[in-house]
């Protein structure tokens, strides 16, 4: 844990530093909203990896139905979830500035604008999000579990195509289907990539610091808990 909360730490710092500081060449496109690269992308990444995290320990639950594997699998839940939202945050703030510059604050269009990558991004949350409502659902806590693990698999299955293969068939303002210019040399300097992935290190450290914590706090809780029954 204090690895992780290490790394966080370094990483982020190191990123807000160089990526409100660093005189990078604007990426095409984007002009000087660019920065938010280094924030919004990120939180997509960590969020994928705390959903693998998640998807591992809900396997292992129905593989050894340990109450253990369970905890850690909804722990990683929760966490991948608040960095969806980070993730959704940060990118409807980055198309209101870009996509809808010369829209009024009221319009609705100004901050949502039905492309498909934000839809099927938010559909995607939503689905996974049905994770916890399914938990809070069952009250037998074997069936909760073992529900919630299969629930959990399959949810995490079908994020990575809604949020990154639909959206690059069917296009539209979000980059996607002619490539990201996060990741085309043509389009981003070697700086850039040095403060985005220092930027995703940090933030990927981060969220499993948070899962960690999370966890720790959960079996102390549990723990509470057991023995105020028995007293």
């Not at 980059?175 to 930027?199: C, K, N, Q, W």
């Amino acid at each position: 844990m204090r690895i992780a909360g290490v790394v966080a730490t370094l990483g982020i710092t190191v990123a807000l530093l160089l990526g409100f500081w660093l005189p990078l060449p604007p990426i095409p496109g984007l002009g000087w909203t660019d920065r938010n690269l280094f924030f919004h992308v990120p939180m997509w990444f960590t969020m994928y990896a705390l959903m693998g995290i998640s998807f591992y320990w809900s396997a292992r639950y129905l593989l050894k139905e340990k109450d253990e594997a369970d905890l850690c699998a909804r722990e990683a839940a929760w966490t991948a979830m608040f960095f969806g939202v980070l993730g959704l945050l940060t990118g409807i703030l980055w198309s209101r500035v870009t996509w809808a510059e010369t829209l009024p604050d009221t319009d609705f269009q100004a901050w949502w604008g039905w492309d498909p990558k934000q839809t099927f991004a938010l559909i995607a949350l939503l689905m996974y999000g049905a994770y916890f409502i399914l938990r809070q659902s069952v009250r037998a806590p074997r069936l909760k579990a073992r529900l919630a693990a299969v629930y959990n698999i399959a949810a995490t299955i079908l994020v990575l195509p809604l949020t990154f293969f639909l959206p690059r068939y069917l296009g539209g303002l979000h980059p996607g289907a002619e490539g990201t210019p996060a990741f085309r040399s043509e389009d981003i300097s070697l700086m850039h990539r040095v403060v985005f992935y220092t930027a995703v290190l940090g933030f990927m450290a981060l969220g499993v610091w948070l899962w960690q914590l999370r966890t720790r706090i959960a079996r102390l809780q549990e723990k509470y808990e057991s023995e105020a029954l028995q007293v």
